[in-house]
Nanobody
Framework: QVQLVESGGGLVQTGGSLRLSCAASGPGLSNYMGWFRQAPGKEREFVAAINKDSNMTSYADAVKGRFTISRDNTKNTDYLQMNSLEPEDTAVYYC???????????????????WGQGTQVTVSS
């Protein structure tokens, strides 16, 4: 059993930055990790993903150029650096870990086996 614990959320003004962390506990390393978010009244959506070797990343169009995903396998932790935040980025952010093939569908929820409890990010205008 793997547990994922997110941290780093909070309240920030438009244009500000936050860094989310997702610490994984349990045996082994996931093949890939991802971040999703859910805004009030909306469905959960993909934000970013990274494979185990950190040589492949994927981003939603809405965050490209502003968000950066990374991971530190020595700490079994991945990070989401969020810059130039906008009110539209306000959401609960979830990290997730998967063990299947990292070559496709990393933007799909079904690829992920374990999920964190979520951390709130609020961007004020």
């Amino acid at each position: 059993q793997v547990q994922l614990v997110e941290s780093g959320g909070g309240l920030v003004q438009t244009g500000g930055s936050l860094r989310l962390s997702c610490a994984a506990s349990g045996p082994g390393l996931s093949n890939y990790m991802g971040w999703f978010r859910q805004a009030p009244g909306k469905e959960r959506e993909f934000v970013a993903a990274i494979n185990k070797d950190s040589n492949m990343t994927s981003y939603a169009d809405a965050v490209k150029g502003r968000f950066t995903i990374s991971r530190d396998n020595t700490k079994n932790t991945d990070y989401l650096q969020m810059n130039s935040l906008e009110p539209e980025d306000t959401a609960v952010y979830y990290c997730a870990a998967g063990y299947g093939s990292p070559w496709w569908d990393l933007d799909r929820e079904y690829k992920y086996k374990y999920w964190g409890q979520g951390t709130q990010v609020t961007v004020s205008s």
